[in-house]
């Protein structure tokens, strides 16, 4: 029997922190954050301002906006 692919909840994140300039954090859901514009969301990417939770653990970057293509 083959072990089952991980629910969907299990994969991606559900939070994120975002360092503001001034050094505040700003804490966002999943869906506050896709609602910010994608120049934007990007920008936070590439400036390591952003850190990215699956239930309340942080999550690699990388690991988080994993897209799950070819399956």
């Known amino acids: 029997m083959s072990p089952e692919a991980p629910p969907?909840?299990?994969?991606g994140y559900d939070t994120v922190t975002v360092q503001e300039l001034d050094g505040t954090q700003r804490p966002l859901s999943r869906l506050q954050y896709e609602k910010l514009p994608l120049a934007?969301?990007?920008r936070?990417?590439?400036q390591g301002r952003v850190e990215f939770f699956r239930g309340g653990v942080a999550v690699p970057a990388n690991e988080a906006l994993k897209v799950g293509v070819g399956r």
Do not use: F, M, Q, Y
């Open 40 to 42: 934007e969301r990007i």
């Open 44 to 46: 936070l990417v590439l």
């Open 8 to 11: 969907p909840a299990a994969r």
